[in-house]
């Protein structure tokens, strides 16, 4: 088989989510709208969160995180779609792949990450609420978001490392409307072994270890609030973790739905849009998820926009 190194490789081909060109001007004002509604969402969460005082606190520090976290996710792969709907160009450099394979890997782990993190919060929260400001101090909250940052910076590393390993044939091109990592190791025309065995080992060990910390802390979660004689503490208790239960579901569901519907079809164009849910929707429903279900949250955005909105007597 005729092959070429890949320091020969300059480009890939995004084909997108569809090849009907009737149907680009959609898909730009649909994953426009999308974006930008991901942007101000979550960048709204954060205002709030570091505008109200009585937000400070470990819970809110974590999710302001997750939605700087959403923000980026969505920064790395839908402006570059929206150019090149756009400029009519389907064209991305080879390392402007692999920077986006490399980025993508930090983001999705540190959600992985940041997800574990905030269930175990919520289990600290309730099964030990007079100790939970001594033990989720200020600086175990650092760590803990430094060491899921670390986990998933040298996750994203590895993979990336690997694929410069990788010889690549001249159909350089695929379904998808950003640069996945399976999508690129598919197009490799060398042996691919080590990176699928490598992809498969790490993602299953981070799922494992992430999901079985979130079943551990909910487990624990529920075994305390039916311990508790009140039901209005029951409420309060099952209330402040139902916005957190509801990413974890919307999250992990599309992520095993997009798992799902990669072994089940050999259709890549399927997988595209299956990958939608976990790179792009679950992202921009988070803040809506955070803000229609938390008092404190709805009450802090509220003089958030009260503060920011010019008096009715300015605009006449």
Wanted: with cysteine; hydrophobic share 50%; proline share 4%.
């Amino acid at each position: 088989m005729d092959t070429r190194n890949h320091t020969a490789v300059s480009e890939f081909l995004l084909l997108g989510l569809s090849d009907d060109p009737a149907l680009q001007p959609l898909i730009f004002s649909l994953f426009l709208s999308m974006y930008l509604v991901t942007v101000l969402g979550n960048l709204l969460i954060i205002l709030a969160v570091s505008s109200d005082a009585h937000l400070h606190t470990p819970m809110y520090f974590f999710l302001s995180n997750l939605s700087f976290n959403d923000i980026c996710l969505s920064t790395t792969t839908i402006p570059k779609m929206l150019v090149n709907i756009q400029a009519q160009n389907q064209h991305i450099s080879y390392t402007g792949c692999l920077s986006q394979v490399c980025f993508v890997l930090i983001f999705i782990v540190l959600e992985n990450c940041l997800l574990t993190v905030m269930a175990y919060d919520r289990y600290v929260a309730i099964c030990y609420p007079l100790r939970y400001n001594v033990i989720m101090n200020p600086c175990l909250c650092v760590l803990l978001m430094l060491l899921s940052l670390l986990i998933s910076s040298v996750n994203a590393l590895l993979h990336t490392l690997m694929v410069l390993r990788l010889s690549f044939c001249t159909a350089l091109k695929f379904p998808h409307f950003f640069c996945e990592l399976a999508q690129v190791i598919k197009l490799a025309c060398s042996d691919t072994l080590v990176n699928n065995l490598l992809v498969y080992l790490v993602t299953g060990l981070l799922a494992v270890a992430s999901i079985s910390g979130i079943i551990f802390s909910y487990t624990q979660i529920v075994s305390s609030v039916l311990r508790m004689p009140s039901s209005g503490g029951k409420y309060k208790a099952f209330s402040t973790c139902g916005s957190h239960l509801s990413v974890v579901f919307l999250f992990y569901g599309t992520g095993f739905g997009v798992y799902i519907s990669s072994a089940v079809t050999d259709s890549p164009r399927n997988s595209a849009v299956a990958s939608v849910m976990y790179t792009v929707v679950s992202q921009m429903l988070n803040p809506f998820i955070y803000s229609l279900r938390n008092r404190d949250m709805k009450g802090a955005l509220r003089k958030l926009i009260g503060r920011t909105a010019p008096p009715l007597g300015c605009i006449i």
